[in-house]
């Protein structure tokens, strides 16, 4: 099973601020990798797919890249409403596995 | 607009069964694939099953294989979860997703909870 590490566990910041969210595969997945926030008490809504391709619907201050093993979701001046839970999740091979994820919080 | 709405969960004693449904709208259900993901409380995201639009293929992961039958009926726009030999590892909000690859649309989720 393809193994995904996400980094860090949590994040501080401020509103405004700009963020790197880390994604590593155990092994090469193309760009067969996508991104999906959680926040509390709700489902995961898809953010972004295959590693850099936007979402209708969802705000362009996010963004993705990476190939290969090592994959990166920003977000740009995060807003109040960004801070939740964010999941990695590749399509590379079955079993479809997920990262455990990175909790945004405000400092 | 797509919508998902899973039920049948509830609380049930180790080594039970429960079948969940989630119906689908919003979109032709018959050319998609359809996948099931848990969540075990305050913990991360666990796929389980998918189906392949005409039911031609299923896979599922390791720890339910052989205990979860995953199935549809196009007619009825409807998913299936069959959990059989329930285990307390199994308490968790299953949901039910669209798309192959990448599950782009969720619904809100049903909880299970196995506990004797």
């Known amino acids: ?107 | 607009e797509v919508q998902l709405v899973e039920s049948g969960g509830g609380l049930v004693k180790p080594g039970s069964s429960l079948k969940l449904s989630c119906v689908a709208s919003g979109f032709t259900f018959s050319s998609y694939g359809m996948h099931w993901i848990r969540q075990a409380p305050k913990k991360g995201l666990e796929w389980i099953a998918l189906i392949y639009y005409d039911s031609s293929n299923k896979y599922y992961a390791d720890s339910v294989k052989g205990r979860f039958t995953i199935s549809r009926d196009n007619s009825k726009n409807t998913l299936y979860l069959e959990m059989n030999s329930l285990r307390s590892e199994d308490t968790a909000m299953y949901y039910c997703a669209k798309g192959e690859g990448y599950p782009r649309y969720w619904g809100q989720g049903v909880m299970v909870t196995v506990s004797s």
């Open chain 1, 1 to 107: 099973d393809i193994v995904l590490t996400q980094s860090p566990a949590t994040l501080s910041v401020t509103p405004g601020e700009s963020v790197s969210l880390s994604c590593r595969a155990s092994q090469g997945i193309s760009t067969s990798i996508h991104w999906y926030q959680q926040k509390s008490n709700e489902s995961p809504r898809l953010l972004i797919k295959y590693a850099s391709q936007s979402i209708s619907g969802i705000p362009s201050r996010f963004s993705g890249s990476g190939s290969g093993t090592d994959f990166t979701l920003s977000i740009n001046r995060v807003e109040s409403e960004d801070f939740s839970v964010y999941y990695c999740q590749q399509s590379y091979s079955l079993p479809l596995t997920f990262g455990s994820g990175t909790k945004l919080e405000i400092k």
